[in-house]
Nanobody
Framework: QVQLVESGGGSAQRGESLRLSCVASGFTFSSYAMTWARQRPGKRLEWVAGVYIYGIKTYVRDTLEGRFTISRDNAKNTIYIQMNDLRPDDSGVYYC????????????????????WGQGTQVTVSS
């Protein structure tokens, strides 16, 4: 069965960096786009970033560009998100999401849009 296991979350101070990882299994990883989403306290679920199947084409939420970078390693069935210059407003639960096709779908996201989600990893940024 499909499994998505995130890791790398934790606590950070303003301005520090974290790198989240997500190891996938149970499907042909290299055939699907992958996405990171987040749920911040009191806010709706947000699409954060997406990466196409070969990892060459990536997209990051406009407001996070320049600080967040998504990547993937198909040999390791893993995606990453590098988060730099973290801010308290970045605090929340970050989810790894399996795409439905090879293509990234940007924009508003809901649980119903995708079939498989990781359990989430908490990121807490303090000032």
């Amino acid at each position: 069965q499909v499994q998505l296991v995130e890791s790398g979350g934790g606590s950070a101070q303003r301005g520090e960096s974290l790198r989240l990882s997500c190891v996938a299994s149970g499907f042909t990883f290299s055939s699907y786009a992958m996405t990171w989403a987040r749920q911040r306290p009191g806010k709706r679920l947000e699409w954060v970033a997406g990466v196409y199947i070969y990892g060459i084409k990536t997209y990051v939420r406009d407001t996070l560009e320049g600080r967040f970078t998504i990547s993937r390693d198909n040999a390791k069935n893993t995606i990453y998100i590098q988060m730099n210059d973290l801010r308290p407003d970045d605090s929340g639960v970050y989810y790894c999401v399996k795409g439905k096709t090879h293509a990234v779908v940007k924009g508003d996201i809901s649980r119903e849009d995708y079939d498989f989600w990781g359990q989430g990893t908490q990121v807490t940024v303090s000032s």
